[in-house]
T-cell receptor, first 115, second 115 residues
Framework: EPEVTQTPSHQVTQMGQEVILRCVPI?????FYWYRQILGQKVEFLVS????????KSEIFDDQFSVERPDGSNFTLKIRSTKLEDSAMYFC?????????????FGQGTRLTVV | AQKITQTQPGMFVQEKEAVTLDCTYD???????LFWYKQPSSGEMIFLIY??????QNATEGRYSLNFQKARKSANLVISASQLGDSAMYFC????????????FGTGTKLQVIP
C-alpha cells in the first residue's frame, strides 16, 4: 500500500541551527501539507502546497519556515535558526485532488528536538 | 472559535466492548469532510474513516463506524469489539470547503482498552 515516508524519524539539533525535514508523498498525490504537534498538544496545521506553491499557511508558518519541492518526489520543510519551542513532532501529509475532497495520508512523523 | 470539539480527554473501555468517541464541529458551509485519525504511542497518524457532508449513509470501515448527525453537527466514532491495540489517541478532524485545503484537528481523546 502506498504511504508517505518521512526522514529522519528523529532529529536533534542545537538551538540556532537550521534543519531540513524531508518527506516523500504518495506518488499520484498533488496536495502536500506540513503539520506540527507539540508534545501532549493537538495537531496544528502549518502549510499546504499545490502546483509548486504555497496554497495556504497558518500564523505559525512565519519567515523562519519554508517549504520546497526540489524534485518530483521530495517535499521538504526547512526551519531556520531553530528555537527550543520548535521541538515537536512534524507530520507531512499528502492527498489527491478529487471532487468533494479526500482524506490526507500522514507520514510517521519526524520528532524534532532542539537543545 | 473552536471548529472541532472533542469533549472527552480520556475514555476507558473493556476489551470486546464497543465505545463511542464524541466529536462536534462547527462550519457554515454545506460542503465539508470529516475524518478520524488514530495516533498510537509510537506517534504516527493513522487514517481511520472519512465522512463527506453529502454522504447519505454513515461511513463504516471494519470495526469503525461514524455516527454522522448533520443537524446536530456531530460525527462520533464508534469502535466495536475493542481490542487492546485500539489504545491510542483519537483525533477528529474536518476539511472545509475547497476540497483540498487544510484539515483542522480536535484536541483528541485518549482511549484505554482494559483487558
Amino acid at each position: 500500500e502506498p504511504e508517505v515516508t518521512q526522514t529522519p524519524s528523529h532529529q536533534v539539533t542545537q538551538m540556532g541551527q537550521e534543519v531540513i525535514l524531508r518527506c516523500v508523498p504518495i506518488s499520484n498525490h498533488l496536495y502536500f501539507y506540513w503539520y506540527r504537534q507539540i508534545l501532549g498538544q493537538k495537531v496544528e496545521f502549518l502549510v499546504s502546497f499545490y502546483n509548486n506553491e504555497i496554497s495556504e499557511k497558518s500564523e505559525i508558518f512565519d519567515d523562519q519556515f519554508s517549504v520546497e519541492r526540489p524534485d518530483g518526489s521530495n517535499f521538504t520543510l526547512k526551519i531556520r535558526s531553530t528555537k527550543l519551542e520548535d521541538s515537536a513532532m512534524y507530520f507531512c501529509a499528502s492527498s489527491e485532488v478529487r471532487e468533494g475532497g479526500t482524506e490526507a495520508f500522514f507520514g510517521q512523523g519526524t520528532r524534532l528536538t532542539v537543545v | 472559535a473552536q471548529k472541532i470539539t472533542q469533549t472527552q480527554p480520556g475514555m476507558f473501555v473493556q476489551e470486546k466492548e464497543a465505545v463511542t468517541l464524541d466529536c462536534t464541529y462547527d462550519t457554515s458551509d454545506p460542503s465539508y469532510g470529516l475524518f478520524w485519525y488514530k495516533q498510537p504511542s509510537s506517534g504516527e497518524m493513522i487514517f481511520l474513516i472519512y465522512q463527506g457532508s453529502y454522504d447519505q449513509q454513515n461511513a463504516t470501515e471494519g470495526r469503525y463506524s461514524l455516527n454522522f448527525q448533520k443537524a446536530r453537527k456531530s460525527a462520533n466514532l464508534v469502535i466495536s469489539a475493542s481490542q487492546l491495540g485500539d489504545s491510542a489517541m483519537y483525533f477528529c478532524a474536518m476539511r472545509e470547503p475547497g476540497g483540498y485545503q487544510k484539515v483542522t484537528f480536535g484536541t483528541g481523546t485518549k482511549l484505554q482498552v482494559i483487558p
